[in-house]
């Protein structure tokens, strides 16, 4: 019988290939899976649900949604960061002591930053490790970088894109004279200690963190990030500096609000344009800088 929904399948069988990747040389093979989904949630490139979908059969799968919007403005080692950062939740929820709901604590600090990942409130290096809005950025030596080229080598490709991107605000100035040095393509990475056969078939590993190319394995020198999609002639809409093309443009902007204040420092939002006066002080609100 023919595949007639082949790019669901191609999307859906890239993702999880990705997922038990990372599970086997990040996670030692703990985490039970999960189900994918894609959602378009404004201002989030992702999230997991502990236990949101149940079969029929009353088998409970935890829920990683991540945001296709994003796919084609950021480089995929970051796009594949935002799946482990969505495992590094799902490892805390059923192995660790899980926080309030939305809340990053220090043990999903910890376990993020032993795997590779610095939590960052601002997703460059300086921000918070954490608080309720966690970003993070790639550690230049860390175990998921190492893991992340290696699968990158193998046929992994992510198929398909949102064709109405959203514009990538995260900056990648600081990386910009970052490198890496992996196993070079020619390399042969058939081992199972490398979770992947030559082939690009998911091999069963033995639990381990991904490692340093070894002295005397050819190796190359590679970007810590590589270029976004949308760089590389993808037939995508372009999203506009400083915010989104077609479809995308109002997501980007929310409600297009502005903040406006007072003489006496009450801040409100507002459309542009806004004509209020404050009862307490007898001032019009003007625009914030």
């Known amino acids: 019988m023919s595949t007639t929904n082949l ?8 993702l999880s290939h990705a997922y038990d990747f990372f599970n ?14 894609l959602q378009r949630k404004s201002r ?3 999230y997991f649900s502990f236990e949101r979908f149940v079969s029929r059969d009353q088998v409970k799968s935890d829920e990683i949604a991540l945001n296709p919007e994003y796919f084609a403005t950021r480089p995929v080692e970051d796009v594949l960061s935002t799946l482990v950062h969505e495992q590094v939740h ?7 002591t899980p926080p309030r709901r939305g809340y990053h604590d220090q043990e999903f600090a910890a376990k993020m930053e032993a795997i590779g990942l610095m939590p960052s409130n601002t997703g460059t290096p300086g921000g918070k490790t954490t608080g309720e809005k966690m970003s993070h950025y790639i550690m230049a030596d860390g175990p998921f ?6 699968l990158l080598q193998t046929s992994f490709v992510i198929v398909w894109y949102d064709r109405f991107p959203v514009q990538m605000v995260r900056e990648y100035e600081f990386a910009a004279d970052t490198t890496v040095t992996v196993a070079s393509a020619g390399a042969p990475v058939s081992t199972p200690a490398s979770g992947v056969h030559a082939d690009g078939d998911m091999a069963v590993a033995a639990p381990g963190i991904a490692k340093p190319t070894q002295e005397g394995e050819a190796a190359a020198v590679v970007p810590l990030y590589s270029a976004p999609p949308i760089d590389g002639g993808l037939d995508v809409e ?4 400083g915010g989104t093309g077609g479809m995308a443009a109002k997501k980007a902007d929310g409600s297009n609000r502005k903040k406006y204040v007072c003489g006496c420092k009450i801040n409100i939002w507002g459309k542009p344009g806004l004509r209020v006066r404050c009862e307490a002080c007898n001032t019009r609100f003007a625009a914030a800088a």
């Open 7 to 14: 790019p669901t399948k191609q999307n859906y069988d890239e």
């Open 24 to 37: 086997h040389r990040l996670f030692g093979g703990e985490l039970p899976g999960c189900l994918f989904t």
């Open 44 to 46: 989030s490139m992702g």
């Open 90 to 96: 799902q490892w805390q929820r059923r192995f660790g």
């Open 145 to 150: 970088i190492h893991a992340c080229k290696e």
């Open 238 to 241: 372009r999203p506009h500096s």
